[in-house]
C-alpha cells in the first residue's frame, strides 16, 4: 500500500515563501510519477506540479509558472513544491499525488490512485 505523507504548510504574508514536503511510502519511489494539486474551498481540485519517475523537464500550471518549483530525492523518497511569491489565491488545501501508470501532460488527478491527506496553506494579503 502506497502511503503520502504531506507536510510544510502553513500561514504566509502574501510574496511569502513555504515548501511543501511528500513522504512516500510502500512502492519503488523512483519508478512513480508524481505530482501536486491544490483545492481551495467551494473550487474543484486543480493541477499545480508534476515530475515525472523517467526524469524531463517538470510541469506547472501557468497559474504557478516560474514562481513554484517541483523536485524529487528518489534516495530519500521525496517530493517537495517550493513556493515563492505565494498570493492569496494559491491559497489551498495541497496534496501530493502518485502514480506508477503514465500520466499525461497536463496530468488529470484521475490519473494518479494515491493520495496524500493535504496539507493547509493559508496567504494573508
Known amino acids: 500500500q502506497v502511503q503520502l505523507v504531506e507536510s510544510g504548510g502553513g500561514l504566509v504574508q502574501a510574496g511569502g515563501s513555504l515548501r511543501l514536503s511528500c513522504a512516500v511510502s510502500g512502492s519503488t519511489f523512483r519508478l512513480l510519477n508524481m505530482g501536486w494539486f491544490r483545492q481551495a474551498p467551494g473550487k474543484e481540485r486543480e493541477f499545480v506540479a508534476a515530475?515525472?519517475?523517467?526524469?524531463?523537464?517538470?510541469y506547472y500550471a501557468d497559474s504557478v509558472k516560474g514562481r513554484f518549483t517541483i523536485s524529487r530525492d528518489n534516495a530519500k523518497a521525496t517530493v517537495s513544491l517550493q513556493m515563492n511569491i505565494l498570493k492569496p489565491a494559491d491559497a489551498a488545501v495541497y496534496y501530493c499525488a502518485a502514480s506508477a501508470l503514465a500520466i499525461t501532460t497536463p496530468p488529470k488527478d484521475h490519473q494518479f490512485p494515491y493520495w496524500g491527506q493535504g496539507t493547509q496553506v493559508t496567504v494573508s494579503s
Open positions: 515530475i515525472r519517475w523517467s526524469g524531463g523537464s517538470p
